[in-house]
């Protein structure tokens, strides 16, 4: 029996709740090409309507208003660069050589933040930030959420087992980040000629692993 019929031979019409899941798909990519090319304030919801080969009212029907679609935007792809991820708090814990655990997970974590349409975005968020500073908090939060909270944990576990001496785990975490993932980062947000390759890249990786371990290390921490 055909699949586009049901059990009694009826042919089966998509819902419309599919068409709809279409049309906001559209929606949502035609938003961001808009938003990456033109900046938010600079994009009507008429030029997305348009690109997505929807109408205005369909647009407003799914997001309400241009503040809310821009956050969808953000917040999809957000969720679709973190996602394929593996847990690396759960790496970190069972880690036999916990260096190279490290350098392999914020090297993913730096190239990722180093992608070009996160980039893009990144300097969207900030440049309206101050208009909108719900868009700074939801950047914040996803971004804490996949990337910090997993290494507080597994840093919690670990010290708790001998493995890391660390008296202040939040702090840790923020040292771990700050010279790995945020100098390439912070270069790449303000300075759109700065490409830096793979070895650069793991180089200052290596370079902030091995100074989180002397201070954190249980040699170091005695």
């Known amino acids: 029996m055909s699949e586009d019929v049901d059990a009694y031979g009826i042919p089966v019409i998509p819902e419309a709740v599919s068409v709809s899941q279409v049309k906001r798909r559209a929606i949502e990519e035609a938003a961001l ?5 033109g900046g938010y304030s600079a994009v009507s919801v008429d030029t997305i309507a348009s ?5 205005k009212p369909t647009v407003y ?7 809310r ?3 969808a935007v953000i917040g999809s792809v957000l969720n679709g660069a973190y996602e394929e991820l593996e847990p690396h708090g759960t790496a970190l814990t069972r880690a036999v050589d916990l260096r190279s ?20 975005l990144r300097r969207l968020v ?15 939060r996803r971004s804490y959420a ?6 507080v944990e597994a ?56 100074v989180f371990l002397a201070r954190y290390g249980v040699v170091a921490g005695g």
């Open 69 to 71: 679609l821009f956050l």
């Open 126 to 140: 900030i440049g309206e930030v101050d208009r909108f500073p719900q868009l700074g908090r939801l950047w914040f």
């Open 146 to 151: 996949a990337m910090n909270a997993p290494l």
């Open 155 to 210: 840093f919690a576990e670990l010290a708790r087992r001998g493995v890391l001496v660390v008296p202040d785990v939040e702090l840790a975490v923020k040292q771990l980040v700050g010279t790995t993932i945020s100098i390439p980062q912070l270069a790449k947000t303000f300075d759109p000629g700065y490409s830096p390759s793979r070895d650069e890249v793991e180089a200052l990786v290596v370079a902030g692993v091995d």
């Open 101 to 120: 655990a490290l350098i392999e997970v914020q090297l993913e974590w730096t190239l990722i933040q180093l992608d070009e349409r996160i980039v893009r």
């Open 61 to 67: 029907k799914h997001f309400g208003n241009k503040e």
């Open 51 to 55: 690109r997505a080969g929807v109408s």
């Open 33 to 37: 090409a808009e938003f990456l090319a």
